[in-house]
């Protein structure tokens, strides 16, 4: 399958805003359209090449017309072939780089716009100033969470820490501070990260326990923004740019049960399956992937997807983490952008294209003050959804290399 | 979502979890069972997830289990303020004797001892005129 026939040939990424008083808050559309525009110009295309074509929309959580992806080519102004929607949390961007690539091979559009934005802080809800869209707080999945004392992904993710912590004794706190902390570190090196200043091991130690054992310094900032990309066929693509990112490989699991569906084991996550698959198509070793791009949003869920994809064995991780280095010019470059842990997390859904963007951004050379030296395949994760009592309802695993 | 006088989240009773609710309001302990093949769902499901039968009745389960995992909540998430009067709130998910696995609170118990593994029982707390809520709190068998 590794033919180099699709690739990512734009990204966009608008800034992000905390949604502060006084601050100008910009709606989805308008985050949509900025994010679209710096795509297209990295593309140096125009919107007018999607007519026809294709338009990706990822489901947002603030409130949208129920068909939302046609709607939104009415707000752009395009008028695709075909479009692609999804509402698979953080593995969406992900998901809909398969879906193109797919359309794309098949031969029905040459090339897609992928776009996502949400403005999680403006959202109105029963708790103003967090996510909880309606929508999420309907339904059986949450009258048989909320009642029974769920309060939201932080205390569902602690039970799955709480878990790990179990089945394999000896991760220490530090160890997992240590991811924190160098994403902080990537994240100073990244002028569009939301948390810039130094973070010590000292502080994220002394932060305060939010939900045993999860502590305030395992969490995502929430912010507004978007992002975009564009992939094309890859005969579009060389005539584009002489710096095409080629989707290499893909694997997918979604409702991933590792043991029985009743009562399975949640220290392993779906990237033990599609991983090996992505990594297979790709036609790439643990060795020959130059930096990693995990869904982020604690930090024992990057040292989980390290173990998955199989860069040490389960349980492990603390070992492994102990062991690397993880700046961008060490031996195991890690969320080379801060990641949502500094960079901050525009809804989880939208979160989910920040692996995706940074990876494309090293890969085309233009990470500046943290590029990866040489970078020639990069692995991305997508990780969407909280299943009742699971982590990652979606998870996707990409390579791209930059290697024709 | 609907919430209390207390501001605590309540559900929203369909017909499909009436039974779940009602049981637990007058201090009984009811899981979906599939008529096909014994497993019992839960949280509640259109058709079993192991066999696909669609023949699901609620049906007394054993009210005991074990905690699987659990975590601490200090403080309020989500805004629902009500959840204040009960912090430290130990939320397990715990594993039933009859082989499904929920989310449960723990109560009468110091947070600090509470351990994976730990022997729980069910008993059950009314939280609106209509419904109950299983919740847990140590066992010694």
């Not at chain 1, 140096?44 to 947002?60: I, R, S, T, W, Y």
């Not at chain 1, 797919?102 to 029905?108: E, S, T, Y």
């Not at chain 1, 280095?325 to 990641?339: A, E, H, I, K, W």
């Amino acid at each position: 399958m590794n033919k180099n026939d699709v690739a990512i040939v734009g990204i966009g990424r608008t800034p992000y805003s905390r949604a502060k008083p006084g601050e100008r808050i910009y709606t989805v559309d308008e985050y949509i359209a900025w994010a679209a525009d710096l795509a297209l110009k990295s593309a140096g295309m125009g919107k007018d090449d999607f007519n026809g074509q294709g338009l990706g929309v990822a489901h947002a959580e603030a409130a949208h017309t129920v068909n939302w992806s046609a709607a939104t080519a009415e707000t752009l102004g395009i008028s695709p072939q075909i479009l692609l929607r999804a509402d698979q949390g953080g593995a969406s961007a992900t998901a809909m780089l398969i879906r193109a690539a797919a359309m794309i091979r098949a031969g029905v559009v040459d090339r897609v716009l992928v776009v996502g934005a949400d403005t999680p802080l403006s959202i109105p809800s029963a708790a103003p100033g967090l996510p909880l869209s309606p929508e999420r707080t309907r339904g059986t999945y949450w009258d048989f969470q909320g009642p029974f004392g769920v309060m939201g992904a932080t205390a569902q993710f602690a039970l799955v820490l709480q878990r790990y912590m179990h089945q394999f004794p000896g991760l220490r706190f530090e160890t997992l501070g240590k991811i924190a902390t160098s994403n902080r570190y990537h994240a100073s090196l990244h002028p569009g990260a939301i948390y810039r200043q130094p973070m010590s091991l000292d502080n994220y130690m002394a932060s305060r326990m939010l939900s045993d054992p999860i502590r305030l310094l395992d969490c995502v900032p929430i912010v507004n923004g978007g992002l975009a990309y564009i992939v094309t066929s890859g005969e579009t693509a060389r005539k584009l740019t002489d710096r095409p990112v080629w989707l290499k490989g893909f694997g997918e699991a979604n409702n991933y049960y590792h043991g029985k569906r009743t009562l399975p084991d949640i220290t392993t996550t779906g990237f033990a399956s599609s991983a090996p698959a992505a990594m297979q198509m790709a036609g790439v070793k643990h060795d020959d992937i130059d930096f990693f791009q995990p869904y982020d949003d604690y930090p024992f869920i990057s040292m989980m997807t390290m173990e998955d994809w199989g860069f040490c064995k389960k349980g492990q991780g603390a070992k492994f983490v102990e062991e690397r280095n993880f700046r961008f010019d060490g031996d195991f470059p890690l969320s080379t952008d801060g990641g949502q842990l500094s960079g901050g997390q525009p809804g989880g859904a939208i979160g989910g294209f920040m692996p995706l963007v940074e990876a494309v951004t090293q890969l085309r050379g233009e990470a500046d003050q943290r590029q990866v030296k040489k970078a020639r395949i990069g692995a991305v994760c997508g990780f969407g959804g909280i299943p009742y009592g699971r982590p990652g309802r979606s998870c996707i695993a990409i390579v791209l290399g930059n290697e024709g | 979502m609907i919430v209390s006088n207390e501001n605590k989240p309540l559900p929203v009773i369909t017909d499909q979890t009436r039974p779940f609710w009602t049981a637990a309001k007058e201090g009984r302990f009811v899981m979906q069972k599939c008529q096909a093949c014994g497993t019992f769902n839960f949280q509640p499901k259109p058709w079993c997830i192991e066999c696909g039968s669609r023949d699901l009745e609620w049906a007394p389960a054993k009210p005991f289990g074990v905690v699987y995992s659990f975590t601490v909540s200090r403080s309020i998430a989500m805004n629902l303020a009500g959840w204040q009067d009960e912090m430290p709130l130990v939320m397990c998910l715990i594993d039933l004797d009859d082989g499904a696995r929920m989310y449960g609170q723990l109560t009468d118990v110091d947070p600090e001892t509470v351990r994976v593994g730990m022997r729980v029982a069910v008993h059950c707390e009314s939280i609106s005129e209509e419904a109950g809520i299983p919740k847990f709190r140590p066992h010694h068998d």
